[in-house]
């Protein structure tokens, strides 16, 4: 049975936050390419967004008017994104055996053309999401005069894009206090570190800066998340960044904080260990 | 000419773009190659690791590391900066023709994991639109090498000279069939294979697709000539109007769009000089999607079975005038042209999703994908 979307505890989070995980190595090791890293690493927050009580979505009514929307910007993370919104029902979970083949919903990237439910846009250049997810939240607020919300989340090495900055830029101009981002703080990227590829710090001062409320998170830590979630609802008159601190591959143990697992998936022998550290 | 298709090894043309980089790097100074995250994949880490001092690592930002590049230009280095073609020829684009073409600077960028082979990572890292804006700036050399061979030469050629350039190259592995004395001038098509009844024009990995499709042919009666169109712009009007005049018939074939691309190039020479059918091989004004490589190829047709319906269907025209009116995107016969990607649903219909979910989690590690249907 798919969870719902009404508030979970901090420990019932933690357990589907760790089905997400599996799930996750479940449709990597069968697409046998693919991305391990981000998603695992970023498992928590989904777990909180999505079943922290935080959005207003219904699986059986996708695309509902005034639904609150999640912007996948890092394109590439969309395994925890489709384990996701398998679990909270919006697909059979087994689709997720369907990752990258020919055919599937499950495309390599986000791909609008397949019709996926809780996909709200194509995205994998990255940058590009958060700049839909402005004009989402500008819609919502400034045009239509709802309530929804919008979401977006970035990688820490996609705050390279400059057309990021131009998205902050807007979200800020124009007030957007519908609109909250995560950045999914892992400090990793292909090439290596952030500060080694080409430093991004610090975060927190240029995003207030840029007048956003931006709250520092513990990526892994699922009550301060929900918590945070909620802080960004009650803030009027500015867009949010939530700066979620994350390691790469989280939950792995020979995934964690380690780079070179942004891009590769898990081959059978290294998923087996895998489920098992997921289990223990 | 018969060839032997089973004595080639296959390796990615991207190899050839890092060792020829390494190359002119030992043979200039002035060489500085800037990374734009993934050097592994794009082999600029080759660079990297024989010459860190002239190596700058940029991020994932392709519109300012063209912007620099044309800095480093301007300031007389030979910058080259290679990305994912998706990233670095489309999504810089106004870098490309202001900062770069319009100054003539000396900027050259490496396009990697080019067309649809890409595979799995699907429609957004499929890049098959670059070529048709690429060969509408002034100013641009495009090369599209062939096999690994003929792209660590095109990838020296395009350090040699000064001016911007651009070269494309895949992911896959494909085959290798030229040799280091195979001839290779930037700006000159190369006649592959002799043959008067029709030309296959052909970049890229399709060279040797066209070859396979001419030995099909040749027992069929029909000999091919066999073009190696590697430089799409400057364009080698010379050979291709030559082959039209003498072959009577043309079919191009590339891994891109087909509208826009090196057979459009290659019909406007035709058009103004010595107009006879012509047929396109490449894709159909349609996006692509996730699969494996060589499924992808199949299913758009972008393989010699669909040069060889394009030959049989472009030698009919030659013999006899037609009056029907076809799309410039219709491949082959009507009918026999390439699918488009499935529908969401056709190949994994929900009542089978439904019935696999019974079955979800698996116990332990699953083998394998959901089986598709049909």
Redesign the interface.
Request: hydrophobic share 30%; proline share 8%; aromatic share 6%.
């Given at each position: 049975m798919p969870y719902t979307n009404e508030r979970q505890t901090p420990e019932k989070l933690s357990e589907i936050a760790g089905e997400i995980r599996?799930?996750i190595i479940?449709s990597l090791?069968?697409?046998?390419?693919?991305h391990s890293g981000g998603p695992l690493g970023s498992s928590d927050i989904f777990a909180a967004l999505y079943f922290g009580g935080v959005m207003n979505y219904d699986p059986n009514n996708p695309w509902m008017e005034g639904r609150d929307r999640f912007v996948l910007s890092a394109?590439h993370m969309c395994p925890v994104l489709y384990a996701t919104l398998a679990n909270a029902g919006f697909?059979?979970?087994?689709?997720l055996?369907?990752?990258?083949?020919?055919?599937?919903?499950?495309?390599?990237?986000p791909?609008r053309?397949?019709?996926?439910p809780g996909i709200e846009t194509?995205?994998?250049?990255?940058g590009q999401g958060l700049s839909i997810a402005v004009g989402m939240a500008m819609a919502d607020k400034l045009v239509d005069g709802n309530t929804a919300r919008v979401y977006s989340l970035t990688g820490d090495?996609?705050l390279?894009?400059?057309s990021i900055w131009e998205a902050v830029m807007s979200a800020s101009h124009f007030k957007l206090d519908n609109f909250c981002m995560i950045v999914d703080n892992n400090d990793c990227?292909?090439?290596g570190r952030i500060g080694?590829?080409?430093n991004?710090y610090p975060l927190k001062e240029k995003f207030e800066s840029f007048n956003f409320h931006t709250i520092e998170v513990d990526g892994h830590d699922l009550a301060a998340l929900v918590e945070a979630f909620e802080e960004a609802k009650s803030v009027k008159g500015k867009p949010t960044c939530i700066i979620a601190k994350t390691y790469m591959g989280r939950g792995v143990s020979f995934m964690e904080d380690d780079y070179k697992w942004h891009g590769n998936p898990p081959n059978?022998a290294q998923?087996?260990q895998a489920?098992a550290d997921l289990d223990a | 000419m018969t060839m032997n298709f089973e004595k080639y090894d296959s390796k990615p043309t991207r190899h050839g773009f890092g060792e020829g980089l390494v190359e002119l790097g030992e043979k200039d100074e002035r060489i500085v190659v800037l990374?734009g995250?993934?050097?592994?994949?794009v082999m600029t880490s080759m660079f990297k690791d024989k010459f860190p001092d002239r190596f700058f690592?940029?991020?994932?930002?392709e519109?300012?590391a063209t912007t620099i590049a044309t800095g480093l230009a301007l300031s007389g280095k030979v910058p080259f900066f290679a990305s994912y073609g998706?990233?670095c020829a489309l999504?810089n684009a106004d870098q490309l023709r202001i900062s770069v073409c319009y100054n003539e600077a000396n900027v050259k960028i490496g396009g990697g994991h080019s067309g649809i082979s890409v595979?799995?990572?699907?429609?957004?890292?499929q890049i098959l639109e670059d070529m048709a804006f690429l060969r509408a700036l002034p100013h641009m050399t495009l090369v599209v090498p062939c096999d690994y061979v003929e792209a660590r030469k095109a990838t020296v050629a395009i350090g040699e000279f000064d001016g911007p350039a651009y070269i494309r190259f895949g992911r896959s592995a494909t085959p290798v069939f030229t040799r280091p004395e195979t001839p290779f001038v930037l700006g000159k098509a190369e006649v592959f294979r002799p043959g008067n009844d029709v030309a296959i024009i052909a970049c890229g990995p399709m060279v040797w697709e066209a070859l396979v499709a001419a030995e099909e042919l040749s027992r069929e009666g029909i000999e091919a000539r066999v073009i190696n169109l590697h430089t799409v712009k400057p364009l080698d009007v010379e050979t291709v109007v030559t082959a039209a005049r003498e072959c009577g018939a043309v079919v191009t074939a590339e891994e891109h769009q087909i509208l826009g691309g090196m057979g459009s190039a290659v019909a406007q020479a035709i058009v103004k000089n010595a107009p006879v059918p012509m047929e396109f091989v490449g894709v159909t004004d349609t996006?692509g999607?996730?699969?494996?490589p060589d499924?992808?190829m199949e299913?758009f047709g972008l393989t010699s079975e669909y040069i060889v319906k394009s030959v049989r269907k472009v030698v009919k025209r030659k013999a006899q005038e037609s009056s029907s009116i076809q799309s410039i995107t219709q491949v082959g016969e009507l009918g026999e042209g390439p699918e488009n990607?499935?529908k969401?649903?056709?190949?994994?219909p929900?009542e089978e999703?439904?019935k696999?979910?019974a079955?979800?989690?698996?116990e332990?590690?699953?083998?394998?994908?959901?089986e598709?249907v049909g």
């Open positions: 599996r799930d479940r090791v069968v697409a046998k390419s693919g394109g697909f059979p979970r087994s689709e055996l369907t990752l990258r083949q020919f055919g599937s919903r499950l495309q390599g990237h791909g053309d397949m019709h996926l194509s995205s994998g250049s990255l090495g996609e390279q894009e400059g990227q292909i090439d080694d590829v080409m991004v059978p998923a087996e489920l | 990374g995250d993934i050097t592994g994949s690592s940029i991020g994932i930002a519109q300012n998706a990233f999504r595979g799995p990572d699907g429609a957004t890292h996006f999607g996730s699969g494996d499924h992808l299913v990607y499935p969401p649903g056709e190949k994994y929900m999703l439904q696999a979910e079955n979800y989690p698996p332990g590690v699953p083998e394998k994908s959901l598709p």
